[in-house]
């Protein structure tokens, strides 16, 4: 069934689902748009604070008309309102109560989010390699792609087709060079532009980490989208974050809202684990010469003067790009190359940052 006529059927199956207070969801005006992509359904049921618990079952009656229309299609409903996450008993990170609302991911020991002040600096691009530094290190490792407006990661690691979904309704993720990988960009069509109403987005971002078939991993790499926005927070708010590191590059250094984003990082009790200062320094193709073409040491005098370590920088090279376009990143192609010893170096600061402690 052609997109438009899925979204279509959908919408009148929600019809036989009841809701408080009489009515049925499809006439409901808290109903989103159906969002259709060739292997997932997302809709969202805004309510009024305090009313989930009475949605609840709306919600599961959605999830089941929709399957019996949209086939193997995965379905993702959220239920919106305006209420704090619900109280759950105490949990413990690092020796310290965590807010109420964070829970673990299940099979999976760390959480180290990427993020950046803005777009465009090679966040996504480290990510990806860290991840495989990491992994190369001898760790199991995830790659999230939260990036759910722009997200990148398909590209990077040459992800082709869709992830596929288990019977029980679980994605199983993507392997690439080793690692686990789930992006919401290989739901979509090419150049499909999806316009994610907030709620609807931090709830993709949560079924993408919590209804994903991850296994056992050691640290799940979280692909942050630039800035400080509502994907940030619901990360920051709902997992048990390890720490945050942040990718700038020597122009951006001066303009990166650092200290905007260290206090929303600080307001969930996570830790930063510091700055990576990407695109730094050139290394010439033919005698592997360094130049320091924006000088030096600028990076590490604006990590302290944001009062947090400097875990290293990476050089700007052409073969970063065109690894990077073409799927194949260097820590894969040129594992002893520059670039990737570059790459290592700062997994193994950022394994160091993290506070010594086991789940
Ligand atoms: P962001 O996630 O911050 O938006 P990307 O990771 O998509 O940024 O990178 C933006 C562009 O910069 C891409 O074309 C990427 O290949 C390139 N790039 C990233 N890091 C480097 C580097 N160290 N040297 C050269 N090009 C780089």
Not at 161 to 181: M, Y
């Amino acid at each position: 069934m052609a997109e438009p006529d899925l979204a279509a059927a959908i919408k009148a199956a929600l019809a036989a689902v009841e809701i408080p207070g009489g009515g049925d969801l499809a006439g409901y005006a808290g109903l989103s748009d159906i969002i259709v992509t060739p292997s997932a359904v997302a809709f969202a049921i805004a309510v009024a604070p305090g009313m989930e618990a009475a949605f609840g079952p709306a919600r599961e009656a959605a999830q089941r008309a929709a399957q019996t229309v949209a086939g193997t299609r995965k379905i993702m409903v959220s239920l919106t309102g305006g209420k704090p996450p619900a109280k759950a008993g105490p949990t413990f990170s690092h020796g310290k109560p965590v807010p109420t609302g964070k829970t673990p991911v299940p099979g999976i020991k760390r959480i180290i989010a990427v993020g950046s002040g803005k777009g465009g600096v090679g966040k996504s691009t480290t990510a990806v390699n860290i991840a495989l530094a990491l992994q190369a290190g001898g760790l199991k490792v995830g790659i999230l792609d939260a990036d759910l407006y722009g997200p990148s990661i398909p590209k990077l690691l040459g992800l082709e087709g869709q992830p596929s979904i288990r019977d029980d309704g679980i994605f199983s993720p993507h392997e690439a060079f080793g690692l686990k990988a789930m992006s919401i960009g290989s739901m979509l069509v090419k150049d499909q532009a999806v316009v994610w109403r907030g709620p609807m987005a931090t709830s993709a971002l949560r079924q993408l980490m919590r209804e994903t078939a991850w296994g056992e991993l050691d640290v799940l790499i979280v692909d942050l989208p630039p800035g400080t926005g509502d994907i940030q927070i619901s990360l920051l708010q709902q997992a048990i974050v390890d720490g945050v590191v942040i990718v700038s590059t020597p122009q951006d250094l001066a303009l990166i809202d650092a200290k905007k984003a260290i206090d929303m990082i600080a307001r969930f009790s996570v830790p930063v684990l510091g700055l990576i200062e990407n695109m730094s320094y050139f290394i010439a193709p033919d005698t592997g010469t360094r130049y320091d073409i924006f000088g030096s040491g600028g990076a590490e005098q604006a990590a302290r003067d944001l009062g947090m370590p400097f875990l290293g920088a990476i050089p700007l090279v052409m073969s970063i790009r065109e690894g990077s376009d073409a799927g194949t990143p260097p820590m894969v192609t040129a594992p002893d190359g520059p670039e990737a010893t570059a790459y290592r170096a700062i997994s193994q600061q950022i394994l160091a940052q993290l506070p010594a402690v086991s789940r």
